[in-house]
């Protein structure tokens, strides 16, 4: 299991929803170059499980990051 570690806190303080914050938190990293591009994020089941919310926000999010 692949654990990855966002500063959560921070992104739920600012936006209404966990989904919102979580894309928040990624895109940033990824930005930021914390995510490597080619980095293989963790499957739908571990970052839900890890941030506990569902998974289809999670795919939700990761849809969303395609999109961009």
Wanted: proline share 3%; no cysteine.
């Amino acid at each position: 299991m692949m654990e990855l570690w966002l500063p959560m806190d921070t992104y739920e303080l600012q936006h209404r929803y966990k989904y919102e914050a979580l894309y928040h938190a990624l895109r940033d990293a990824i930005h930021a170059g914390t995510l490597v591009g080619g980095t293989r994020l963790p499957s739908t089941r571990e970052l839900a499980k890890q941030y506990e919310m569902s998974r289809g926000s999670v795919a939700q999010v990761y849809d969303m990051l395609l999109a961009d």
